[in-house]
């Protein structure tokens, strides 16, 4: 990388002028003032709560221990931020960390890039050596494949909102489409999963055209408005239309994938004994964690070829200025519909792999959360940025389902506590907190698509400031 | 190496109502190849309106808007694409475009108008060599098939692209922008990147250069600067130029033909000696007394 990614040499460190006593007592007064906020918060929310006793009569149960806890914790976690050094305002601006950080980012992306590739091809593995078949299974499927779905899915929303600039608040239309194709191809005409899935990316696609052209005049709000009710529509179609789709009860039987022909299956027909291996389910996750890796990786490589072509330019420029998209001669009409309908395919492709994985759609699958959280992906890694959307799908659905396993705090809290119940408050709060941290998402730097001297990255604050 | 002065552009009757307002009435004026011709008035007298009309981004309310970028058309032809309700005409005599029938994409890409605009509209998170790549789009989506073909690194693609970055290079050269072709175009001084937009739009190659106030806010160094590089670009380059701009040092000095607006109406047309004497133009940008303004009457200024 280049010299010119260092941060301007103005920006010296303040000289540590007051002695530690001092600093010393500032922080414990920030400290005080942090667990004072949090006793307040506190106080309303958790210190009285009413339960039903044996007479079913309401009591009030105070919960102090609680609130002492949590104002507690406020005070060690604000003492320890304000006591490390560099984190104090004295020592270090913000503006200058995060040039540090975008620096250090950018020189080891690639390197990030090729370690996190690694240890994708070689996650089932690991996994299946360090835990056995067995229990290596919900990590193969319901981590992997799941991280890799949605990593899909982020990647082909990245098309449309991060590249073309276009905010689609119903990208789960496409995933429906796709997942919904397969499934009803396999189970009303026999379709094998391989020649369902270019049919599932083609009628996603096709339906991506078809939401682009009523929405061509439109941008920011109002198309974003436009896209939440078409996300909806597909929704609401698919839990109506009961004769096609069996409504809300779903499509369930759905045929699994085989290894091009072979079925994961008992007997002597099956993959296993056609290899002279014992049967066990995890041959067919881990294949299924190889297709959706292909497919990521395909949508991947095809996203960034194109930012290096005509068409992902002029995607870019019609984020930056649609106007002067067309006084250049650009058919923003063709480039747009062009956006939607890849960004489409590959939700389309994603649904097919989806309805593999699962054995059964139904419409519940396909709610507005799910396309808010493929957005969350995209604005949180970082609009435009592959890998920035790759390290959020892994943070975002890696950390929700982490967050399943917080068993062990019921010996903490207490045995009536249900820890899964506050798993997206956990995943909410800690995304306020990465976005206040990093407002352009993790990777907000933007790499040029062609360079005359030396590649060297946009500054952060240039690079699709407030576009999305 | 100028061209013979024949019409490029030809404004006919040109008329722009907004509801009731009426922001351009019966205009008619030409833009001669190999010139500089300038579009001068006071304040809200339209001109940003003929260049909305030109370049496709209004429907003009009524008029001709016909440009002929390899020679003037012979009149039987513009009579008969006229009445035919086609929008253009490729044929071996030469080509005519019907501005007033053209999407503003179309203007661009098939009749080679290119335009800037009066607020810089640069891709300004994109660097300097970027927003110069994309200005030549069409040339290479067509290299690149339907734009897909460069995904497997097609040799065509691959010549075409270079070619564009050397095209891009030599326009950052004019500009002397070169040492930041790596630069987000946002992140450049307010004079560079209107030099850079100006490049941008040279970039596609264009018949019809449209510049709304390329001047503007540029000192007198970087305005003598500019008014050397629209020289070069009319004498080395045979793009024509249409021009708006208010500072009158560099229209008097660069343009060969001057068309002044006010309130929507043509008000003087010619050279830039005759225009600086013309009193109704005076009149316009400076105001006069009211017994002047009399006389004027008399003399039928509000013909």
């Excluded at chain 1, 941060?7 to 667990?35: C, H, M, Q, V, Y």
């Excluded at chain 2, 946002?186 to 019809?208: D, F, N, T």
Aim: charged share 20%.
């Amino acid at each position: 990388m280049s010299k010119r990614c260092e941060p301007p040499a103005t920006f010296a460190p303040a000289p540590e002028a007051s002695p530690l006593r001092d600093r010393l007592r500032s922080a414990l007064i920030g400290a005080a003032k942090a667990a004072g906020v949090a006793l307040g918060l506190a106080f309303p929310l958790l210190a009285y709560r009413t339960e039903t006793d044996f007479s079913n009569a309401l009591v009030l149960q105070e919960r102090w221990a609680a609130v002492a806890a949590i104002a507690l914790a406020a005070f060690v976690v604000r003492l320890i931020c304000l006591l490390i050094p560099g984190r104090t305002k004295a020592a270090s601006s913000p503006r200058r960390r995060r040039a540090e950080f975008a620096a250090i980012v950018a020189r080891s992306r690639r390197l990030i890039s090729a370690a996190g590739l690694a240890s994708l091809i070689a996650f089932p593995l690991v996994v299946l050596v360090l835990l056995g078949p067995a229990r290596s299974l919900k990590w193969i499927d319901s981590y992997g494949i799941q991280i890799l779905i949605y990593m899909t899915l982020g990647w082909g929303l990245n098309i449309v909102v991060g590249l073309a600039g276009l905010l689609d608040l119903g990208y789960v239309a496409f995933y429906a489409v796709g997942a919904y194709s397969y499934a009803l191809l396999s189970t009303n005409f026999g379709w094998s999963f391989w020649a369902s899935l270019p049919i599932a990316g083609l009628l996603a696609a096709l339906w991506g055209v078809a939401l682009g052209f009523p929405v061509l005049r439109l941008r920011g709000d109002y198309l974003a408005i436009v896209t939440l009710a078409f996300g909806e529509i597909i929704r609401i179609v698919l839990t109506n239309w009961t004769d096609l789709t069996n409504g809300e009860a779903g499509v369930s039987s759905i045929p699994r994938v085989s290894f091009f022909g072979l079925p994961f299956i008992a007997g002597p027909e099956g993959f296993a004994a056609h290899f002279g291996l014992a049967y066990s389910p995890i041959y067919r996750v881990i294949f299924l964690f190889y297709l959706a890796l292909a497919l990521a990786l395909l949508t991947n490589f095809v996203t960034l070829r194109l930012r290096r072509m005509p068409l992902g330019r002029a995607w870019e420029a019609l984020r930056e200025d649609e106007i002067a998209c067309r006084s250049l001669g650009i058919n923003t009409v063709a480039v747009k519909l062009a956006a939607f309908a890849l960004g489409a395919l590959v939700g389309g492709l994603a649904g097919a792999v989806f309805a593999a994985r699962q054995g059964f759609v139904s419409p519940s699958s396909f709610t507005f959360i799910e396309s808010a959280t493929i957005l969350a992906i995209v604005v949180l890694g970082g609009a435009g940025s592959q890998l920035g959307v790759a390290l959020a799908a892994l943070f975002i659905i890696g950390g929700s389902e982490l967050l399943r396993e917080l068993d062990w705090l019921q010996h903490i809290v207490g045995e009536g506590f249900d820890p899964t119940q506050y798993r997206m408050l956990i995943i909410g709060f800690a995304l306020i907190v990465i976005m206040n941290w990093k407002p352009r998402g993790l990777i907000a730097n933007r790499t040029p698509s062609v360079f005359l001297a030396e590649p060297r990255l946009a500054a952060p604050a240039l690079a699709e400031e407030g576009r999305v | 190496m100028r061209a013979p002065h024949t019409a490029l552009l030809s404004v006919e009757h040109l008329t722009m109502r907004f509801g009731g307002v009426i922001a351009i009435d019966d205009l008619s004026f030409t833009a001669a190849r190999g010139e500089i011709t300038a579009l001068i008035g006071p304040n809200g007298a339209g001109k940003t309106t003929v260049f909305n009309c030109v370049t496709g981004f209004y429907k003009p309310s009524a008029g001709r808007l016909a440009l002929t970028p390899s020679g003037a058309a012979a009149p039987e032809d513009l009579l008969a694409l006229t009445q035919s309700g086609r929008r253009f005409s490729e044929t071996a005599s030469g080509e005519i475009y019907l501005l007033e029938r053209m999407a503003d994409f179309e203007i661009a890409q098939r009749g080679r108008v290119a335009r800037t605009f009066q607020n810089i509209r640069l891709f300004a998170g994109m660097t300097a060599l970027e927003n110069l790549i994309v200005a030549q789009h069409n040339a290479l989506m067509a290299a690149s098939g339907p734009g897909l073909w460069g995904l497997f690194g097609l040799p065509s693609h691959r010549a075409r692209q270079k070619a564009a970055i050397e095209t891009a290079k030599y326009w950052l050269e004019q500009i002397d922008l070169i040492g930041r072709a790596d630069d987000p175009a946002g992140a450049l001084p307010y004079g560079a990147q209107r030099r850079l937009e100006i490049a941008r739009a040279m970039c596609a190659r264009p018949a019809l250069l449209c510049l709304d106030e390329p001047a503007a806010g540029l000192n007198p160094r970087e305005s003598a600067e500019l008014a050397a590089l629209l020289r070069a670009i009319r004498d080395e380059h045979a793009a024509s130029i249409l021009l708006i701009e208010h500072d009158m040092s560099v229209v008097m000095e660069i343009s060969d033909h001057i068309v002044v607006l006010d309130y929507g109406e043509k008000i003087a047309d010619g050279a830039p000696s005759a225009i600086r004497k013309d009193p109704k133009v005076i009149k316009a940008y400076l105001g006069v007394d009211d017994e002047d303004e009399v006389d004027l009457a008399a003399s039928g200024t509000r013909a």
